[in-house]
């Protein structure tokens, strides 16, 4: 990276951090810390959870995934409008009235202590180990290809936020993550119109789409039905998965994952709260689509351009120092010179850049299984490369500083939201909640703060033992979500709208099926059970619900509705 | 289930949340149907 990149990217680092330490002033206790006084308006509530829930791997990946496997991947997008809906009207009011800082704080009330130390603590689990894997991600990614050194560039992507959420708690990650959305809107939007500007002359945007439509990227809306066959239940992104798997996965993102609910109870009001979400329901597709449209611009600006053979420099290096090493050689010079045959033949009308196209795709599938030999020890997977290949290798100096500064920002946000809910929830639901004696504000602030350090830590060696053990981790993390989410949102579930139903029979259910949904997941990734991940929300959540009832029939009706429950329905 | 309603709480713009609910599905059927229409037109 060059001197004028690396000033445009510290700068706006540092000015992100400033902003965060300026604006860190809060009342000294928890409501300052954790809810930010309840005082943040519906427009940074809207951007704030945008933030949260956009990290890195999201501008990473969005536009590599459209250049690789088409559009289709906004489908997963299509149940969170509906969820907002759902959040808005049952979830948001009580968790207002009844004044929470945590989620799961309404379940001691609503059901037991038990119910509310275990939703807790899977979330605390799940969040933490995920959050190093979104530290570790975007860090290998940049370590990768701009060279720098892992432990740095953890350090980097998720040890210097630490220094404003400490310091400033929701307050500071509510102002920063709204000047770091407007960083990334504006990086995201002057990169796209690079992308055009650098078409050849008479090539825009419906010739982007043409070629993106002829190549199969433009497969925005699949049914997941197969030619002739069923519904392929495996099938990831379709638009019954979308819609219903997905609904569940944003109903208990938004619902019942701390680092979302911690955002809008900052709100001023219901009704500012209820407004970012729903606004937030309206902007989030069409986001998303145009950040996968990026990937397909992407995709056409190769088809004029010379690609190369596979996006991760770092591999191909490691390739020439392997058994390979004279194939390599030779494939990369016939590389070469067909790629400049097949731009010497763009626009031929005949069939002759189609099979040269074609010609090139076999010396790519060559790389990619020279990766997977257990002698190199490969990753063969270049997706999440695409976008920034083409920043560093096509976009003018200062431009790529400024769209490094969009992936760094994009994680900080969303890593620092998710900082300030687990210290919220180890105060809150434990610290607090067991301690002997009762602790003053001052303290339980001065707490919050360590305990933000100390969750900020973990996720940073978390990041570094994610890069050691390697992708398989990776992989399985990025399920892992789907793993838990299910059963914590069944159990909300429950809570809101199975009134007859108590602490025992929900408790139980609870484990039990979490144990079932791990179990499915192992299963699936042997193959014995061929069910996408998006799937496992719906099974976590219906399976809670059922089961609970079920219990409760056996309990008895009336033996186990816990007195919070009607005190609920009292007040 | 309990559905709290703030007396003084008025949603903005449509003065009830019943209508935004409306416009972001409304909206989402919409965007499906956009989509369709590209996934469609340029395949």
């Known amino acids: ?571 | 289930m309990e559905r709290e309603q703030d007396p003084e709480e008025r949603a903005p713009l449509f003065g009830k949340w019943s209508y935004w609910y409306m416009l972001v599905a409304g909206f989402l059927l919409l965007c499906i149907g956009f989509f369709y229409f590209l996934t469609k037109h340029f395949s």
């Not at chain 1, 930010?36 to 990290?55: D, F, H």
Request: charged letters at 15%; aromatic letters at 12%; a positive charge.
């Open chain 1, 1 to 571: 990276m060059s001197r004028p990149d690396w000033i445009v990217l510290v700068l706006t680092l540092l000015a992100i951090i400033a902003y965060g330490l300026y604006k860190s002033r809060t009342s000294r206790d928890l409501d300052g810390y954790i809810l930010s006084n309840r005082m943040v308006p519906w427009y940074m509530v809207l951007l704030g959870i945008m933030g949260t829930q956009a990290s890195a791997v999201t501008f990473l990946s969005a536009p590599g995934q459209a250049f690789t496997d088409g559009m289709r991947f906004v489908q997963y997008y299509f149940g969170l409008p509906l969820a907002m809906i759902v959040v808005c009207a049952s979830f948001v009011p009580v968790f207002r009235r009844l004044k929470v800082y945590t989620a799961y704080e309404f379940l001691e009330q609503r059901f037991d202590l038990k119910t509310r130390a275990l939703t807790s603590f899977l979330f605390l689990v799940q969040r933490g180990v995920s959050t190093g894997i979104s530290i570790a991600a975007p860090s290998i990614i940049l370590s990768s290809l701009l060279g720098w050194n892992i432990l740095w560039t953890n350090i980097f992507m998720g040890g210097l936020l630490i220094i404003y959420t400490v310091s400033g708690g929701a307050k500071a990650v509510a102002y920063t993550q709204q000047l770091q959305m407007i960083i990334i809107f504006s990086g995201l939007a002057i990169a796209g119109y690079m992308v055009i500007h650098k078409l050849p002359q008479g090539v825009g945007l419906r010739e982007v789409l043409h070629i993106g439509g002829k190549a199969g990227k433009l497969n925005i809306i699949t049914t997941g039905f197969r030619k002739g066959g069923g519904f392929d239940w495996n099938d990831r992104y379709n638009l019954l998965s979308g819609i219903i798997g997905g609904f569940f996965l944003q109903l208990s993102y938004f619902g019942a994952d701390q680092s979302q609910v911690g955002r809008y109870l900052t709100a001023r009001s219901l009704t500012e709260s209820r407004l970012g979400l729903l606004l937030n329901g309206l902007v989030k597709v069409p986001m998303q689509f145009l950040i996968l449209l990026l990937g397909v611009m992407v995709f056409a600006f190769y088809q004029y351009n010379p690609r190369p053979v596979f996006f991760n420099r770092a591999q191909v290096e490691s390739l020439s120092h392997s058994k390979y090493k004279d194939s390599l050689a030779v494939l990369m010079a016939r590389y070469a010179a067909g790629e400049k045959e097949r731009l010497g033949a763009v626009g031929d009308p005949g069939i002759r850049a189609v099979e040269l196209a074609r010609a090139q795709e076999g010396d790519r599938a060559t790389v990619k299984r020279w990766l997977d030999d257990p002698a190199v020890g490969g990753d063969s997977n270049d997706t999440n490369y695409i976008f920034l290949r083409f920043v560093t290798d096509y976009l003018p100096v200062g431009l790529i500083g400024l769209l490094i500064a969009v992936i760094v920002l994009a994680a900080w946000g969303s890593i620092a939201a998710t900082l300030n809910s687990l210290a919220s929830c180890t105060i809150v639901d434990f610290h607090r909640r067991f301690a002997r004696k009762a602790l003053r504000p001052e303290q339980e602030y001065r707490m919050s703060r360590w305990y933000t350090l100390l969750w900020g830590v973990f996720c940073v060696a978390m990041a570094q033992l994610a890069y050691n053990i390697g992708n398989s981790l990776i992989e399985a993390v990025n399920v892992l979500g789907s793993l838990f989410y299910g059963v914590i949102l069944g159990v909300f579930l429950v809570a809101f709208f199975r009134r007859r139903t108590g602490g025992r029979a929900v408790f139980i259910s609870a484990v039990v099926v979490e144990i079932g949904v791990i179990v499915l997941g192992v299963l699936g990734k042997r193959g014995i059970v061929p069910l996408g991940f998006l799937w496992y929300n719906v099974v976590g959540a219906v399976g809670v619900v059922v089961l609970s009832e079920v219990l409760q029939v056996c309990f008895g009706r009336t033996g186990d509705v816990s007195k919070a429950n009607r005190n609920q329905e009292v007040g």
